[in-house]
């Protein structure tokens, strides 16, 4: 390998590069990355209309001494419904409530992580015609033991109206299960609504789950897409993603069922929150907007033809994201705590219709319109530009790749002969799946390493890449492989998301010309160079990453020309290698760092080095400048 690291003699990767996709698929943000513990806090989950399925509550006692019941009683205009809860027990008689009481449950997603020491937020609303004592209470899983309780004692006249109260609970113990209880022992008819229990610990206190962020901001994202995917489609339009229906108030937002992957989410995940995460994670937010087009789009209804009404939130959408804290929707951002602007500067039309009928009509609608009111708004047209033109104008296109291993890694060649003129791609999902991939296998990220390498040599005409899908609930495996997999409590990264690491610092770094010399083994071999300034140190360093998709170590030589040698540090220079005894190895709870990047110290750093590639490896050297 032949690497030309003389000054000036590189190119700037786009500083966008490398990213992330989120999508609210496998739960990954209702009971994932959004820390609420309560599932289902406005009881809609069922329906607007009564009687409703308030699933996963359930009931504490039996028949005979409590009645639960759906009304649509509910002081929030857009989510009317509210839980009846009639108790016919007591502790005078006749009819004897049972030790602890009666009441409901929520065992949240799968159940509830309550750990020992933490504070957690309760909130909820209430109503009675009578004096109410009611227990709020974080329980184990079968909810023989209390992790942590506290009451709420009113008089009737406090709580004739619709009340809001607040309680903070400190567990005194341990539960990765648990559930939140509202339970009394006074007979009479209290009404319960949009419920809530949140952690306070969470990340940089905004509600996201602490652990799970982590992982984000380790991989560096320079861009986050969201909220889909297919989930901004909707199977039916009726049931796509609608951000007007994910601001404001938590309490006032209906919630949604997302009929693509098949669950209800109560939006506490919205689009203020999505922005949200993008700033707290340094990153740019892409937002997908849907474009009037379903995603099986199986009624010629499920087109909208005039589109206008969509084209309006679309419109609507960046005023609430950008407008001053006196514009209409910029006001409603600023009310809910952010009253700077967010830094959106780009909005995909659309996700996956480019085949779909009216596809192109609606985008030109949607595009002009945006263009016309936000000219800097760089758009993203879903049509593929990598081999042929686009008919249509835009900034950007998408470019989506599911396939097996040894197709990704060929596909490293996808852009080497698209066009150098005309709009960029966006690689917004990319993927080995199928028997190669298993639930997140080395293959798979052994050959989208490969890939990456080919989009980094690539990068004068690709600006962002990101993964798919990103997260996975353990309890709804919706789709496979995954980056990051989780519980209520653990999670872990697949080889995948391991290999993600290996490119954090490409995005915005200098691209070496490097040269791979030909022999038989080269054609398993991809490798790119790098330079790179660390922010934290100012040092900078020079990587090379080498895949080696063969079946045979293969001796390398590596020579690196203008290497001014004696700002080289060498002792301080890295070998980092990602492999695994099998191709199928995978991560899991129980062995989380079965697939991770081993580094040691680089010992044979210089202008020549020789490097030895395991079979099926993903080697990465840093030289410290
Ligand atoms: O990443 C999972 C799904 O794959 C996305 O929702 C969709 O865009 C693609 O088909």
Same mark, same amino acid.
């Given at each position: 390998l032949i690497v030309n690291a003389s000054e000036g003699s590189g190119r700037q990767i786009p500083e966008t590069l490398f990213g992330i996709f989120f999508e609210e698929i496998n739960h990954a943000g209702a009971g994932g990355i959004w820390a609420e513990l309560v599932s289902n806090r406005g009881f809609e989950a069922g329906g607007q209309s009564t009687p409703s399925n308030i699933d996963p509550w359930s009931i504490i006692g039996n028949e005979s001494s409590i009645i639960l019941s759906t009304d649509r009683s509910s002081c929030f205009d857009r989510n009317k419904v509210a839980l009846r809860m009639e108790v016919l027990c007591d502790t005078k008689g006749p009819k004897l409530c049972p030790a602890g009481g009666v009441g409901v449950y929520n065992p949240g997603y799968w159940g509830m992580n309550i750990e020992e020491g933490k504070s957690y937020k309760v909130v909820l609303h209430i109503r009675s015609l009578e004096d109410v004592d009611i227990s709020v209470s974080l329980a184990s899983k079968n909810g023989s033991q209390i992790l942590a309780t506290s009451n709420i004692v009113a008089s009737s006249s406090d709580v /004739?109206?619709?009340?809001?109260?607040?309680?903070?609970?400190? *567990?005194?113990?341990? $539960?990765?299960?648990?559930?939140?209880?509202?339970?009394?022992? /006074?007979?009479?008819?209290?009404?319960?609504?949009?419920?809530? *229990?949140?952690?306070? $610990?969470t990340y940089k206190g905004l509600g996201f789950r602490k652990e799970l962020v982590e992982m984000l901001a380790n991989i560096?994202?320079?861009?986050?897409r969201f909220p889909g995917g297919c989930f901004v489609e909707g199977e039916w339009l009726r049931n796509a993603f609608r951000w007007k229906e994910s601001v404001g108030p938590w309490e006032e937002r209906p919630g949604h069922f997302g009929d693509v992957w098949m669950y209800w989410t109560d939006d506490g995940l919205g689009y203020f929150e999505f922005l949200q995460l993008a700033e707290d994670l340094g990153a740019l937010?892409?937002?997908v907007i849907n474009n009037g087009i379903s995603h099986l789009l199986r009624l010629l209804a499920e087109i909208c033809l005039s589109c206008s009404s969509l084209m309006q939130e679309m419109l609507d959408s960046i005023e609430f994201a950008r407008g001053d804290a006196d514009s209409t929707w910029g006001s409603v951002r600023a009310a809910m705590g952010h009253p700077e602007p967010?830094?959106?500067?780009?909005?995909?039309?659309?996700?996956?219709?480019?085949?779909?009928?009216?596809?192109?009509?609606?985008?030109?609608?949607?595009?002009h319109a945006l263009k016309h009111a936000y000219p800097d708004i760089k758009i993203i047209s879903n049509c593929d530009g990598s081999s042929r033109k686009l008919d249509h104008p835009a900034d950007m296109y998408d470019f989506h790749i599911y396939t097996s291993a040894n197709n990704m890694f060929s596909m490293a060649h996808q852009f080497d002969h698209t066009s150098r003129?005309?709009?960029?791609?966006?690689?917004s999902e990319y993927a080995v799946t199928g028997n190669d991939a298993g639930t997140g296998s080395f293959l798979a990220a052994l050959a989208e390493a490969g890939f990456l390498i080919g989009l980094e040599k690539n990068s004068d005409v690709i600006d962002m890449a990101s993964y798919a899908p990103l997260f996975m609930n353990d309890n709804d495996r919706r789709w496979k492989p995954d980056a990051i997999i989780f519980n209520s409590w653990q999670q872990y990264g697949t080889p995948s998301y391991w290999m993600q690491k290996f490119f954090a610092e490409s995005s915005g770094a200098t691209l070496l010309n490097s040269l791979l010399q030909s022999n038989s083994s080269t054609s398993s071999l991809i490798a790119s160079a790098i330079t790179w300034q660390n922010s934290e140190d100012n040092s900078n360093y020079l990587r090379i990453k080498i895949v080696n998709f063969g079946s045979n170590p293969v001796r390398l030589n590596i020579s690196v020309d203008g290497l001014t040698l004696n700002s080289i540090d060498f002792s301080a220079s890295t070998k980092t290698v990602l492999t695994a005894?099998?191709?199928?190895?995978?991560?899991?709870?129980?062995?989380?760092?079965?697939?991770?990047?081993?580094q040691?110290?680089?010992d044979n750093a210089g202008e020549q080095m020789d490097v030895t590639l395991p079979p099926h490896s993903f080697t990465s050297l840093d030289l410290l400048g």
């Open positions: /004739s109206n619709w009340t809001k109260v607040e309680v903070m609970l400190e *567990a005194k113990e341990t $539960d990765h299960y648990g559930r939140l209880q509202l339970t009394t022992t /006074s007979k009479g008819v209290i009404w319960f609504d949009q419920v809530s *229990a949140m952690p306070v $610990d560096k994202p320079r861009f986050i937010p892409i937002w967010f830094n959106l500067k780009y909005v995909a039309i659309g996700n996956e219709d480019c085949g779909k009928k009216n596809y192109r009509g609606n985008y030109l609608k949607f595009y003129t005309g709009p960029k791609a966006f690689v005894n099998n191709l199928m190895d995978e991560n899991s709870f129980k062995e989380p760092n079965k697939v991770v990047p081993l040691t110290q680089f």
